[in-house]
Nanobody, 123 residues
Framework: VQLQASGGGLVQPGGSLRLSCATS????????IGWLRQAPGKEREGVSC????????HYVDSVKGRFTISRDNAKNTVYLQMNSLKPEDTAVYYC?????????????????WGQGTLVTVSS
């Protein structure tokens, strides 16, 4: 099982980035995928998740209306579109997976993890 997060970088406040989580070694259709982040000196926090069928999504309050999670099971990839980025969004972003039916698991319940991708929001 492998997850590969990419798409991070340096962006100015108000800008946009799209993160991708490419998966392999398992059938993405049966897994919920979450995005989590860890800022310097802070604990890791859940950002967003999407259920196996995309019927359920969740966003932490601080990103609601700015971030959009989506998935393309045919491409084995999950995306996180991040708009109106703020300096407080600066963090290493991770994608994670758990096999679960119908809903997103708790953010501390993910089983498989990818390496992170760094997002820096700064002028």
């Amino acid at each position: 099982v492998q997850l590969q997060a990419s798409g991070g970088g340096l962006v100015q406040p108000g800008g946009s980035l799209r993160l991708s989580c490419a998966t392999s070694g398992f059938t993405l259709d049966y897994y919920a995928i979450g995005w989590l982040r860890q800022a310097p000196g802070k604990e890791r926090e859940g950002v967003s998740c999407i259920s196996m069928s995309s019927s359920h999504t969740h966003y932490v309050d601080s990103v609601k209306g700015r971030f959009t999670i989506s998935r393309d099971n045919a491409k084995n990839t999950v995306y996180l579109q991040m708009n109106s980025l703020k300096p407080e969004d600066t963090a290493v972003y991770y994608c994670a997976a758990r096999r679960v039916v119908g809903y997103c698991p708790r953010y501390d319940a993910y089983v498989y993890w990818g390496q992170g991708t760094l997002v820096t929001v700064s002028s």
